[in-house]
């Protein structure tokens, strides 16, 4: 997957995808001290940044910086993550901005933080801006994600229910309700909270690689249809699964932005092996884990840890119900490794 810079006045002929990153360029920020800066804003302001309502607009916008420092490849091009049955139930199951937020936030998002590199790495402290992953990991669950959850409605487009949540004078220490209108970013704060959810506009001109092909249909006015994912879905798990995780699919009223269920192509050659659904650790399991909730205790003057139990509670009876009916993702089979004659 990647996110794709569209130049102005380009076709959709010439719009181009890859999924080459440069290690070079990440060097050369190193070289530059460009990481070491962007990890210190990340640490300073964590708990603004993490605890409170503008968390994904401030990941939007902290990724959007940063890209622009670095040296884009030819195509101008950067891969992202995927957890593909997790975050399309989210986002079909998400009705304001705050569900959203926190249940990707305190699963898809800290998850992938607190089990890569162990508890003395980079990605796992508030210095996880020091690890290239931290970019393409949160161009995925804090604005593709965002993105299509956005576009599906267009009552999210400027979601009036961010203004249900709060932020953090970083200065102060005070706490007070968000407003969507009015808020600017902690520490980029010539930038509005506003500005930060208009992507394809000003220095948010870009688009992801997986809505081009939606839009083409979207201006061709061919309507939607059920990826080969949600079929699979629909035959595997009992009718009342299927409705409670994946309402847009069941009820057929879905929109093409309101899945990250791309169609797979099979190598015949292979003999397909069902796994499990994987289930990542408790908060409480590790010791990555508990020093998050420590943060989450105690940085920013509340106390998020009621939040985060909720979430991971969502999402281990999701992940539990699909390996409970034997779901086999197609995102997830092995391969044996005898060929087939």
């Known amino acids: ?10 076709l959709p002929g010439s719009w181009k995808v890859s999924n080459i990153t440069s290690k070079a360029a990440f060097k050369a920020l190193y070289a530059k001290g460009v990481v070491d800066d962007y990890s ?7 708990p603004s940044a993490h605890k409170f309502v503008e968390a994904f607009q401030w990941h939007r916008w902290h990724i959007n910086r940063f890209d622009q420092e670095r040296g884009w490849n030819a195509n101008r091009t950067i891969p992202v993550w995927e957890p593909p049955e997790w975050l399309t139930s989210i986002i079909q199951t998400s009705e304001i901005y705050g569900q959203l937020v926190t249940r990707i936030g305190y699963t898809a998002h ?9 508890f003395h790495g980079d990605l796992s402290n508030i210095w996880a801006t020091n690890d290239p992953i931290f970019y393409p990991l949160h161009a995925h669950v804090a604005d593709l994600a965002l993105l299509k959850w956005q576009l599906a409605n267009d009552s999210n487009l400027v979601p009036q229910s961010y203004n249900r949540g709060a932020n953090l004078d970083w200065r102060t220490g005070r706490v007070f309700q968000a407003n969507v209108e009015t808020d600017h970013l902690t520490h980029f704060e010539e930038i509005t909270v506003k500005e930060t959810f208009q992507v394809g506009f000003g220095e948010l001109c870009y688009i992801h690689d997986q809505l081009v092909q939606p839009i083409l249909d979207i201006i061709a006015n061919r309507p939607p249809k059920l990826p080969a994912g949600a079929l699979t879905l629909q035959r595997q798990l009992p009718a009342q699964v299927f409705d409670q995780y994946f309402p847009k699919f069941a009820s057929k009223s879905g929109t093409y932005f309101e899945h ?13 092996v ?3 659904m994987p289930i990542a650790l408790s908060f409480n399991s590790t010791p990555t884990g508990r020093r998050l909730l420590e943060q989450l205790r105690t940085e920013g003057g509340v106390d998020n840890r009621p ?3 909720d979430s991971e509670d969502q999402y281990y009876g999701f992940m539990n119900a699909l390996n409970k009916y034997h779901y086999c993702s197609p995102y997830l089979q092995t391969r044996s490794q005898h060929f087939m004659r």
């Open 110 to 118: 800290f998850k992938i933080h607190l089990h890569v590199g162990g």
């Open 260 to 272: 990250f269920m791309p169609d797979l192509r099979m190598n015949n050659k292979f003999t397909p």
């Open 40 to 46: 210190l804003i990340h640490g300073t302001y964590w």
């Open 1 to 10: 997957m990647a996110i794709v810079f569209i130049q102005h006045n380009s």
């Open 274 to 276: 069902c796994d499990e």
């Open 307 to 309: 939040r985060a139990f």
